[in-house]
Nanobody
Framework: QVQLVESGGGLVQPGGSLRLSCAASGSIFRINVMGWYRQAPGKQRELVAAVTSGGSTNYADSVKGRFTISRDNAKNTVYLQMNSLKSEDTAVYYC?????????WGQGTQVTVSS
């Protein structure tokens, strides 16, 4: 069984920074994709950023240049460094682990950007 445990959300002022972490445990095949999605109230869940086990990354246009995704394969952990945060970044952020045909999700962590 795979478990994803997220941390690092919270309240931050516009222009501030936060770093999210997600640690995966369980039976994890070494070839996989880890990523972050977010869901704001009344909106669909959307991809924020993803990184393959080989290090290739993909970002939503809305976060390019502000967010950086990285991973530590030895620790099965993915990070999301979020800088220059805007009010529109407010959402619940979910960690995702994609292995083959399967998707695993974390419980979600709230990020609120407000003055």
């Amino acid at each position: 069984q795979v478990q994803l445990v997220e941390s690092g959300g919270g309240l931050v002022q516009p222009g501030g920074s936060l770093r999210l972490s997600c640690a995966a445990s369980g039976s994890i095949f070494r070839i996989n994709v880890m990523g972050w999605y977010r869901q704001a109230p009344g909106k669909q869940r959307e991809l924020v950023a993803a990184v393959t086990s080989g290090g290739s990354t993909n970002y939503a246009d809305s976060v390019k240049g502000r967010f950086t995704i990285s991973r530590d394969n030895a620790k099965n952990t993915v990070y999301l460094q979020m800088n220059s945060l805007k009010s529109e970044d407010t959402a619940v952020y979910y960690c995702n682990l994609h292995i083959g045909l399967y998707d695993y999700w974390g419980q979600g962590t709230q990020v609120t950007v407000s003055s």
